[in-house]
């Protein structure tokens, strides 16, 4: 089994600062692809940034310059620094991960519980 846990959501002012982390645990035997999406209320989820296990990154155009995708393949974790925050930066955040389980060939996409992110103006 395998499980993505997030931590570092919370209420912040607009400008703040806000560090998500996400760790995945289990029968893993590797790991491609790790990502964050968001969704806010009525809308869809949409994808915030992900980073390949070569450190390759991808960054929606709403957040380039403000938000910072980095991993720990070491400890199979991601981070989202998040500055400048908005308060349309309002969501429940998601931890994506695209994952080989121990013992089989294909990858599967497993999801975080989310956390929620407030920016408040």
């Known amino acids: 089994q395998v499980q993505l846990v997030e931590s570092g959501g919370g209420l912040v002012q607009a400008g703040g600062s806000l560090r998500l982390s996400c760790a995945a645990s289990g029968s893993i035997f590797s790991i491609n692809t790790m990502g964050w999406y968001r969704q806010a209320p009525g809308k869809q989820r949409e994808l915030v940034a992900a980073?390949?296990?070569?450190?390759?990154?991808n960054y929606a155009d709403s957040v380039k310059g403000r938000f910072t995708i980095s991993r720990d393949n070491a400890k199979n974790t991601v981070f989202l620094q998040m500055n400048s925050l908005k308060p349309e930066d309002t969501a429940v955040y998601y931890c994506n991960a695209d994952i080989r389980v121990a013992g089989k060939i294909r990858t599967y996409d497993y999801w975080g519980q989310g956390t929620q992110v407030t920016v408040s103006s």
């Open positions: 980073i390949t296990s070569s450190g390759s990154t």
